[in-house]
């Protein structure tokens, strides 16, 4: 599946590369060969549109058109990018929060699932590697701690079944099977 940033990159290059076709080879109007269409203000999102008469479809001029959605795909880019410094400093918040926070814990289950569930949480990477199996539950009835912490206890819980990695540098939380 495409980013947004995928899509929005490739409909801009897809306009500039039509603009270019268009002034390489003398185009300014879009139409029917043979019948002189002109552009009005009021055009609609297709770019079609009907002469007074009915007769005769008019066209918006291509620059027009190119210009349009060049100046949509520039919108799309700087939304983009806000968007991403938003979620890059709340990723960066809640990473420096991992080691200080103070979560309410009370879990009886699996280790990947609340692995997960803290990864995802604080911005890390959640990876399992070895031979996957059914391990052993952990247990946590209304504890509190940090979620740092959290996986430390797991990991002690698990005993020689897993060790878990805590990459704290490049925000990795690694289960290994053993």
Known sequence: ???????????????LFC????????????GWSGHNYTSTPNATSNGILFSKSGVYPQTENALEIISQESQRALE??????KYRQQYSATLESRQRSFEEDQVAIDYIGKPQ??????????GYRFL???QSRDLGTVNFTNNWT???NAVMVISAQLGNEATISLDKNNKVITLIYR
């Open 1 to 15: 599946m495409k980013s947004y940033s995928e899509k929005v990159n490739k409909t801009l290059a897809s306009l």
């Open 19 to 30: 603009g270019a076709i268009l002034s390489a080879t003398g185009c300014t109007q879009l």
């Open 76 to 81: 799309a880019q700087k939304m983009l990018v």
């Open 113 to 122: 699932p609340l692995l997960t569930s803290i990864a995802i949480r604080y």
């Open 128 to 130: 399992e590697v070895g």
């Open 146 to 148: 940090t979620p740092e």
